[in-house]
């Protein structure tokens, strides 16, 4: 009989937010303008990219990020959210890494 492999592990980003208070958040300025951004979101990091504002300095946490990291978050522009967001997927190396880093355990 074949192993069974295990089951990754059970996250949810409304009781997490680590990544939105570890990575910096930066992505090619159209990218803004085409989903409709606010530029006071936004901080020019060069001549094509921007990040978002509290992305850019340590600590970091996104000015869209609202409510208690480990405990309950949501993301103000979540509809509009860029390409680094939709890039970290739950349970993935970029997740674990910001869990870690705000001492969160594999399991929220």
């Given amino acids: 009989m074949p192993a069974v492999p295990p089951s990754p592990p059970t996250f949810s980003c409304q009781s997490c937010g680590a990544c939105c208070a570890h990575y910096r958040v930066s992505f090619y300025w159209q990218e803004a303008v085409q989903r409709g951004l606010d530029e006071s ?3 020019q990091v060069s001549p094509w ?3 978002f504002r ?3 300095q340590k ?5 869209n990020l609202e409510g208690e990291i480990g405990s309950c978050v949501s993301c103000r522009i979540y509809e509009q959210r860029t390409t680094p967001c939709r890039s970290v997927e739950i349970g993935d190396e970029k997740c674990l890494q910001a869990r870690a880093a ?3 355990g594999a399991m929220a």
């Fill in 59 to 63: 600590p970091v946490r996104c000015v």
């Fill in 102 to 104: 705000h001492g969160l």
């Fill in 49 to 51: 990219q921007v990040c």
């Fill in 41 to 43: 979101l936004l901080v």
């Fill in 54 to 56: 509290g992305t850019e």
